[in-house]
């Protein structure tokens, strides 16, 4: 089945600055790749998502590759806020995981805690 | 707008005990899901239900039970609690066909 490995566990930036979050996965057939961020005390929220037609995709200061090839995926955030200091999750969706007319059976990294330091 | 809703969202057990997680969703969502997250390990998926009348077990079903009230309820059940049960528990919701997961904000549960 598929595998999601996430990395780094724990990254510490100073505000201002840019930060990237790597994720492989194994599955070739996978072809949605959705980041979500989690605050403290709260479920976690999507905040961009990318397909595998697609090889990179923005919003703001928040971007996504994909390297379908090389099978990873990044979040790359820039410009660092206070308020961006949360557990965020990558997650991939296996193709034949796909089920009657609903598709999100994802597979979930094991998240990287950003700390964004003033 | 609720979005997704759970109950409890603390519950300490003993071992053996039972109890019901429940969970409800306002968006007119098909599907419904049960996930739990432990620490280092990420989010994993418990059941899911694809839509009103289907439930399928997940990568970690063992120890738990779900039932699909209806198109906006999704309960999970633990019918012997186990200290391996202790988690944080999410459900979600999400429109058929479509990706996005839309998370309640977690039942911790302990088993002691």
């Known amino acids: 089945g598929e595998n999601v490995e996430q990395h780094p566990s724990t990254l510490s930036v100073q505000e201002g600055d840019s930060a990237v979050i790597k994720c492989t996965y194994s599955d070739s057939a996978s072809n949605y790749f959705p980041w979500y961020k989690q605050e403290l005390g709260k479920g976690p929220q999507l905040i961009i998502d990318i397909r595998s037609n697609v090889g990179e995709k923005k919003d703001q200061r928040i971007a996504v590759t994909l390297n379908k090839t090389a099978k990873h995926f990044s979040l790359h955030i820039t410009e660092t806020q206070p308020e961006d200091s949360a557990v965020y999750f990558c997650a991939a969706r296996p193709r034949a995981m796909n089920y009657g007319g609903s598709q999100g059976n994802l597979i979930f990294g094991k998240g990287t805690k950003l700390s964004v330091k003033p | 707008n609720a979005g997704v809703t759970q109950t409890p969202k603390f519950q300490v057990l003993k071992t053996g005990q039972s109890m019901t997680l429940q969970c409800a969703q306002d968006m007119n969502h098909n599907s419904m899901y049960w996930y739990r997250q432990d620490p280092g390990m990420g989010l994993r998926l418990i059941y899911y239900?694809?839509?009103?009348?289907?439930?399928d077990k997940g990568e970690v079903p063992n120890g738990y039970n779900v039932s699909r009230l209806n198109k906006r309820e999704f309960s999970l059940r633990l019918e012997s609690a186990a200290p391996s049960q202790t988690s944080v528990y999410f459900c979600?919701?999400?429109?058929?066909?479509?990706?996005?997961?839309?998370f309640g904000a977690g039942s911790r549960l302990t088993v002691l």
């Open positions: 239900s694809a839509s009103e009348g289907t439930t």
């Open positions: 979600a919701s999400s429109p058929s066909g479509a990706n996005v997961l839309t």
